[in-house]
């Protein structure tokens, strides 16, 4: 299942790929978001979960 990881602020994607991945692991690699430079945080402010179904 893929996992995407972005900033809470501008959505910029942080982290796309199918292995997961600690946010912690992302905050460590940038401390700020790339695109509008908010600090980010080690705790997850929403999680999403998407299943798709076959067609």
């Given at each position: 299942?893929?996992?995407?990881?972005?900033?809470?602020?501008?959505s910029?994607?942080?982290?796309?790929?199918?292995?997961?991945?600690?946010?912690?692991d992302?905050?460590?690699?940038?401390?700020r978001?790339?695109?509008c430079?908010?600090?980010?945080?080690?705790?997850?402010?929403?999680?999403?979960?998407?299943?798709?179904?076959?067609?």
């Open positions: 299942m893929p996992e995407k990881i972005l900033c809470h602020r501008c910029f994607i942080l982290y796309q790929g199918r292995e997961p991945v600690l946010p912690g992302v905050v460590k690699k940038y401390d978001c790339p695109r430079l908010t600090k980010l945080s080690r705790k997850p402010i929403k999680v999403l979960i998407e299943i798709r179904g076959k067609k």
